[in-house]
């Protein structure tokens, strides 16, 4: 792979989490436009869900038919034409429907640039997922480091309209400049392929062990994206700057988590070291968040820290779990390895969809820092299901 070729295909990878979680620190602002309750507000969050359960169903089969290009320069067009419209809304049901087409927009160009990446590391022999998505990791920790910095002092409109204008930009830049090396229409393999609608409906087998198992794990990655800032700012009423906190060092631990696992793993299997690691970082974001809310009337810093200590802590413990089950998703199943894939990935939109709706009515009909202990119970749980989901399926 040619050193330019990879830059561009690192560039896919961060801009898009530069660009894709932007709003996550600024969504207490967000939900201050819409001006509607803690629950409603979750279920307009979970909407995205929607769009990208049906970007996964349906567009293997157009990246197939159209080739790479043009899926990334319609998707990558869509996703910030909608973020940019979704910081203006006011009204509830468009807001709605805005954030549905995003969701469809950003799981096409996710589709799209991972079917490049899987085409090229078949071709070179070399592994480069676990970097790209590091890279994405990244990015995200980058846009979350911004707006610590400029949260306070600058207004939603143009922290976001600055940040997505250039990252559009410079995907752009990127794509172009990549043209003739990305995948066409007739060079995409049955292995690049994401299963289309017809087949997939026709054929699909559900593992409930890897299925269930792997939303355990990731459970608690959405619902910080999702609550972190307003948790922060409603249980400690710290600044918008100082709320990105706990997220920003629960991403950074998640980079840290992930280019170092093999060497936390060593000559051990992936089961003895998930197990320690999903009990442990679990325990410690319900010990630290039980804990920082007990402390905050006596003590407002020490409370804030510690809870910032247990995100970090958790993001270690919970870093590398989600990735492995594509690989047990793959290993238990009798389909190709990317139908396998494909069927996890369409039906964890759903089950993630059930989850932050869960999440949001307990939020709204008791405390966030009550919902909040659901994923943390489930990281617990990902030992068990690990466990099961080492084994082959019978």
């Known amino acids: 792979m040619q050193l330019q070729e990879k830059r561009d295909l690192q560039a896919f990878f961060f801009l898009f989490g530069l660009g894709i979680m932007c709003l996550a620190p600024r969504l207490p602002d967000i939900k201050a436009n819409l001006d509607i309750s803690t629950t409603y507000f979750g279920f307009l969050m979970s909407s995205g869900s929607i769009g990208a359960l049906l970007a996964h169903l349906t567009m293997g089969h157009i990246v197939h038919r159209l080739g790479v290009y043009k899926v990334l320069i319609v998707s990558a067009t869509v996703t910030y034409f909608t973020i940019g419209i979704l ?38 022999g070399v592994q480069i997922i676990p970097m790209l998505h590091g890279l994405w990791s990244a990015g995200a920790v980058t846009t979350a480091f911004i707006a610590l910095l400029i949260s306070s002092t600058v207004s939603l409109n143009w922290h976001i ?44 087998s559900i593992d409930w062990v890897v299925s269930l198992g792997f939303l355990c794990a990731l459970m608690l990655e959405v619902s910080i994206g999702d609550w972190a800032t307003i948790l922060a700012r409603q249980e400690f009423e710290v600044s918008k700057s100082v709320a990105v906190i706990p997220y920003f060092l629960f991403m950074g631990a998640m980079i840290i988590g992930r280019l170092s696992y093999h060497r936390f793993k060593g000559q051990r299997s992936d089961k003895e070291i998930v197990q320690p690691f999903a009990v442990t970082g679990g325990t410690i974001f319900l010990t630290a968040l039980g804990l920082s809310l007990q402390l905050r009337d006596f003590n407002m810093t020490l409370a804030f820290s510690i809870f910032c200590l247990g995100f970090f802590l958790c993001g270690i413990g919970i870093s590398f779990i989600g990735p492995l089950f594509f690989g047990y998703a793959s290993a238990r199943s009798d389909k190709p390895g990317g139908v396998a894939i494909a069927e996890l990935g369409a039906l964890n939109q759903v089950l993630t969809f059930i989850g932050r709706g869960v999440i949001s009515v307990v939020a709204g009909v008791a405390s966030l820092p009550l919902a909040m202990t659901i994923p943390g119970v489930m990281l617990i749980f990902v030992a068990f299901f690990v466990a099961a989901a080492s084994k082959p399926r019978h």
Request: hydrophobic letters at 50%.
């Open 87 to 124: 910081i203006e809304l006011k009204n509830a049901e468009i807001y709605l429907l805005v954030n549905i087409i995003c969701g469809f927009a950003w799981a096409s160009y996710h589709i799209a640039i991972n079917a490049q990446a899987l085409h090229r590391q078949a071709e070179t």
């Open 161 to 204: 309209y600055s940040l997505i204008i250039t990252v559009y930009l410079l995907k752009l830049r990127a794509i172009n400049r990549s043209r003739p090396l990305l995948l066409q229409g007739n060079e995409i393999t049955e292995a690049d392929e994401v299963v289309p609608f017809r087949r997939m409906i026709s054929s699909i």
